[in-house]
């Protein structure tokens, strides 16, 4: 069985300007000076994704935080896949729980745009996970699985996607699951993966998200079929994030 090199990635969100950018190089250099065996990869808002690919040196790549499902047309305000690839970005995050409940993005809707990062190629990172009710309820593994099978499109590989396990309840509140129940739910979503792609499946990353710090990192990356991070709020400040990106010294 394939262990997958990790990935520890930083959303951004809609935060920070171009006096933010200097994080970037900060991390860069933190990490060419200490080493990291992981891959790290920050998304930042559209606006600074071409500062950001200058900035950010040999040890961080730059990605998307949503992208259209078509690649150019009549959509105002959108971004497509193909124009975050032209500005030199490897991967897109789709489907982040934020879109799902602010702009009503079904798994179908996911799953397209999942599909136009891929055939860009892109790395899609494709995000699941439950809310508090359905938590509650006992529904997380059919909830979280569902969204996994419904989100990856037809045509994707093994190569060229990620899944991003976040808990809504733990966005942004401070509020973790236990190692026990972390390890659970990816190891579902592995079994959806191994399904889909077969021996393959192994080798997909499978992010947490979800109140990710410094001082939880090693504890959450040390869970089974945890191969990564998917980080908000920590993601802002290079020291901070180096902290987490530390869990794989
Ligand atoms: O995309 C990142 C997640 O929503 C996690 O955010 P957080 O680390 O601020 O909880």
């Known amino acids: ?144 699985t569902s969204q996994v099978r419904g989100s990856i499109p037809a045509d994707a590989t093994a190569d060229n996607t990620v899944i991003a396990y976040e808990p809504v309840w733990a966005i942004g509140t401070g509020r973790t699951p236990t190692a026990d129940d972390v390890a659970e739910v990816h190891a579902a979503i592995r079994n959806v993966l191994t399904e889909r792609f077969g021996d393959a499946g192994n080798s997909v990353r499978i992010l947490y998200g979800g109140s990710v710090k410094p001082e939880n990192a090693r504890e959450l990356m040390s869970v089974a079929n945890v191969n990564g991070a998917l980080v908000g709020g920590a993601s802002l400040k290079a020291d901070s994030f180096y902290g987490i990106v530390q869990a794989y010294d």
Not at 112 to 124: G, H, I, M
């Open 1 to 144: 069985m394939t262990t997958p090199k990790a990935l520890v990635a930083g959303n951004w969100k809609m935060n920070g300007v171009a006096a933010n950018l200097a994080e970037i190089e900060k991390l860069n250099d933190l990490i060419a000076g200490g080493g990291a065996n992981c891959d790290v990869l920050i998304c930042p808002p559209f606006t600074l994704i071409h500062q950001s690919v200058q900035a950010a040196g040999e040890r961080v790549e730059i990605g998307g935080q949503d992208c259209h499902a078509n690649i150019s047309g009549a959509h105002t305000g959108d971004v497509s896949a193909a124009m975050i690839k032209d500005q030199g970005c490897s991967y897109v995050i789709v489907g982040h729980s934020e879109r799902r409940t602010d702009h009503g993005e079904t798994d179908e809707m996911v799953s397209s745009k999942a599909d136009a990062a891929q055939k860009e190629e892109l790395v899609a990172i494709i995000c699941v996970g439950e809310t508090e009710a359905e938590r509650d309820a006992g529904d997380a593994l059919s909830v979280v």
